[in-house]
């Protein structure tokens, strides 16, 4: 008998591994991925009795929780919710999230793994669970020049720093204030999200990473002038027929420059003409002499055709496929269905101002625990080698010569080297224009890059332009920056 | 079935010296073997008693964890309550040091510190429901305790040794199936989620007899199969490498087939079926040592279960929630995943440590202090709390599985090693099924689950698994013959 006892127990024994082994898996495998289910209410009950950590920008809280006396314990507070909901975006324990509350959620509410030290020293020294302070890399004073310069108008800023690629201005207009949407009143949380979202001016949609994306327009034209000099073949003498229209072939459209007339006297045009006087013919000619695939494969390098995660996950701007020469030539000055956000025309300029290397953009700068301890850091990262450090030089000099005394004109700063292109893009027969600034300065040690978007013709009809109205707000938020 | 070497070490504590048998003069040995008999079952009720009050201790403190997590704020009432409990459990302690002092040490521990778990955690999930007095689970749960315990108290007095039950073996299987076909009685029966295992008088008291039944059951194929294993294990016809039975030995098996078979139709509870068929296979195999028999039982009880799972709904509907639990339309159906998902993110928002005792939210799934009592601990107590009771579990059966070792008597061996495997496969029945390592039944977590019937039973077969040790380690052989 006691041999099938022997047998027995090794079936008991083998029984009992299965529901060791099982409760490993729920409770230590998967358990983060469980946490993570909507379905699963716990971690929302949990957020309740968490003190969510801060969001911080240089030292200005821009998002903090505040005690109560409600069944949430914590409300959240955004001191500048207007200023800063592009960033923060809102957080409700209830109705969800958005922006870094919603993509930092697992450091600010104390659930992710770097902290599990912190949870255990915590449940053995008895202290209430808090969460991490996330900063972010905004820098408040160019932030505000940002978000004052766009005044009114329906648009957004974005402010890089290209040798990092750290997002120092993230602005978008017209906005919404996250402190209604944070309320534990659910009904007037609800009611405030429908009214947000039924606005047709969409003010939650963060104009500045995505939302209705908008032609670039001219200053695509960077992207453009990049890659031919990148290409070798080119250089910013190059020179191109200067004809006063031009019928794209196998089409019955007609290119013309902005002033209907030929770019300057002469039979030809040079390339850095055509980019001080912002003229369309010289570069849809030049787009279809490289092609839809070379200017693809360019604007691809700067960041196209590719989403970003800040960790806040961006709009993918667009340079389409499959083109016919017609086509092309329209894509080189930024028309046809070239579509760009503002911090993608941003990374266009800061890998410029970069000698060629465009850095991954980021919005957060570190992650710091209760006791001040660095739970996370984030170490500027190279997304492309872009364009040769020539190449880049060579559009720096024809983008400050554009500002300088060119189409560009409107981001000059006295004694500061800008480089810079405008755009004015136009979205169809009847539609406003949507108006652009891209640049950076200074132009021999770069401290900032922006990308303005101004839609809606800046309130100003068929008169407005980009360098009337995106280049002084762009002017604005690089003397922020230098003036610091 | 004189039992001379207990006359002997009573008769020495009593001083009835004059009754000694003669033969006792002859061994030079026989002082000292005395001497040690003296000694030794102080040294196991000592080790016991210590055992006991770390159990009862670590009960105390987990009521009070609970409340302190909880509410904040430090409730005497239900202290005093499960003091009442450690008094009752040290009383049996007592009466072991009487009428079984060489009983294994570690049963009565083990029993009390899962209880207590139990009533902790069933406590705290009333805290969180806000329910007091007799509403609340827990205080009735304590009260099924005392009774549970006076019960083994009981049962360990008047059972004084256990091959007294081997002459009601008949008996004993007439009373199984008599209280198996109690809730089919129309006026007592009740069926509760689905399940018609229950049987009660007016809104007063409800029992589940299958919990009683299983021990029973134990008794009576213990006993059966010590009389039958013979013609069981010794004719048969050979066929690969196994010897199998012949077809009219198949009789008792097809027979608790049939039963298990009925409770799955009749009283749709799959959880007690596959416990009794499992409990009677393996003892079937123990006492014919034949591997035949495993794999008819399994096979049988796979085929009936396949067979359950294409015609019977609910039986389909359990496949479903296991196999594809997480499926949307699986977990919003009714009577789908749901609750089984809501248990296994319970445990999973425990982790490894878990939340603390009284700080997590066991109470969001539903039968959080009986089917997912073990979801709710683990939630509270983290992956080592589960290791921790899992372990207790695997000692306390270990020790059953041990009589059965050390056991003179076959029936002896038998019923201990069937009734620990009773708590070893509930066990598994019960956990497996809240982690998703077979289909969910409805049974319940020994000791631990809120539920009278099962907590009279368990402490029970604590009863009699402290009586057959007792006998080990007193008597010598006795082979029991029919």
Known sequence: ?????????????????????????????????????????????????????????????????????????????????????????????????????????????????TQFLDSINRIVAGQAPKGAAVEVTIDPVVQKAAFDALGDRQGAVVAIEPSTGRILAMASTPTYDPNTLASHDSQSVISAYAALDDDPLTPLINRATSGNMNPPG????????????????????????????????????????????????????????????????????????????????????????????????????????????????????????????????????????????????????????????????????????????????????????????????????????????????????????????????????????????VENDGNLGRHSSGNIVAAPIAKKVIEAVLNK | MTNNSRTRATGAVGGRVAERPAEEFKADTAVLRTMRKLRLPLKLRNRELALLIFACAINSVSILLVQLGATGAIDLDLVYLGAGLSALVLGLHVCLRYVAPQADPLLLPIATVLNGLGVAMIYRIDLAEGVSGWAAASTRQITWSAIAILAAIVIIIVVKNHRVLFRYTYLFGAFAFLLLLLPLVPGIGREVSGARVWIGIGNFVSFQPGEIAKIALAVFFAGYLVRTRDSLSMVGKKFLWMQFPRLRDLGPIIVVWALSMAIIVFQHDMGTALLFFGLFTVMLYVSTGRLSWILIGVGMFGVGAF????????????????????????????????????????????????????????????????????????????????????????????????????????????????????????????????????????????????????????????????????????????????
């Open chain 1, 218 to 453: 001219s200053s695509f034209k960077v992207v453009v002038a990049a890659a031919a000099l990148d290409s070798g073949k080119y250089t910013p003498e190059s020179t191109f027929a200067n004809p006063a229209s031009l019928t794209l072939p196998n089409s019955s459209a007609v290119v013309y420059n902005w002033t209907r007339t030929t770019c300057g006297p002469g039979e030809t045009v040079t390339l850095a003409e055509a980019i001080r006087q912002s003229c369309n013919i010289p570069f849809a000619e030049l787009g279809m002499e490289l092609g839809d695939d070379a200017l693809r494969e360019a604007a691809e390098k700067f960041g196209f055709n590719n989403g970003f995660e800040l960790p806040t996950p961006t709009g993918t701007s667009v340079y389409p496929r499959g083109l016919d020469d017609a086509q092309t030539g329209l894509t080189a000055f930024g028309q046809y269905e070239v579509r760009a956000t503002p911090l993608q025309m941003a990374l266009v300029s800061a890998g410029i101002a970069n000698k060629g290397t465009v850095m991954a953009p980021t919005l957060v700068d570190r992650v710091t625990g209760r006791n001040l301890e660095e739970l996370k850091s984030f170490e500027p990262q190279v997304l492309n080698e872009a364009v040769s450090e020539d190449a880049a030089a060579g559009v720096t000099t024809m983008m400050v010569n554009g500002v300088e005394v060119g189409q560009s004109n409107g981001a000059r700063i006295e004694g500061v080297d800008v480089a810079g292109k405008t755009g004015t893009a136009q979205n169809g027969e009847d539609e406003p224009y949507s108006l652009w600034f891209t640049g950076f300065a200074p132009a021999n040690n770069p401290e900032v890059a922006v990308a303005v978007v």
């Open chain 2, 307 to 482: 067979f359950a799972a294409q015609t019977l709904t609910y039986v389909e509907g359990r496949f479903r929630n296991w196999l594809d639990a997480f499926s949307p339309t699986v977990y919003d159906a009714t009577g789908g995943s749901y609750q089984l998902v809501q248990g296994i993110f319970g445990l999973a928002h425990g982790g490894l440590i878990g939340t603390g005792l009284g700080q997590g939210r066991p109470e969001l799934t539903p039968l959080s202090q009986s089917d997912y009592i073990m979801a709710s601990l683990g939630e509270e107590l983290g992956l080592a709390g589960i290791f921790a009771i899992l372990g207790l579990y695997l000692l306390f059966v270990s020790r059953g599985i041990r009589i059965g070792f050390r056991g003179q008597d076959d029936f002896g061996k038998l019923l201990a090693v069937g009734l620990a495997f009773t708590i070893a496969l509930q066990v598994f029945i019960m956990v497996g099924g809240v982690t998703r390592v077979i289909p969910l039944t409805g049974l319940t977590t020994p000791f631990l689950a809120a539920g009278g019937s099962s907590l009279v039973a368990n402490w029970i077969i604590v009863a009699l698994l402290l009586r057959v040790s007792d006998s080990i380690r007193t008597g010598p052989a006795q082979e029991v013959s029919s």
């Open chain 1, 1 to 113: 008998m006691n041999r099938e006892l022997k047998r027995v127990s090794v079936l008991v024994l083998a029984m009992f591994i299965a529901l060791f082994g099982s409760t490993t898996i729920i409770q230590a495998v998967q358990a983060d991925a469980l946490r993570l289910d909507s379905r699963n209410t716990r971690a929302l009950y949990d957020s309740y009795d968490t003190e969510r950590g801060p969001i911080l920008a240089g030292g200005t809280v821009i998002a903090q929780s505040v005690r109560t006396g409600d069944r949430f314990v914590f409300q959240r507070q955004y001191p500048e919710g207007e200023l800063y909901a592009p960033v923060t975006g809102f957080f409700n324990p209830t109705q969800g999230s958005a922006g870094i509350e919603q993509y930092m959620n697992d450091y600010l509410s104390g659930t992710s793994n």
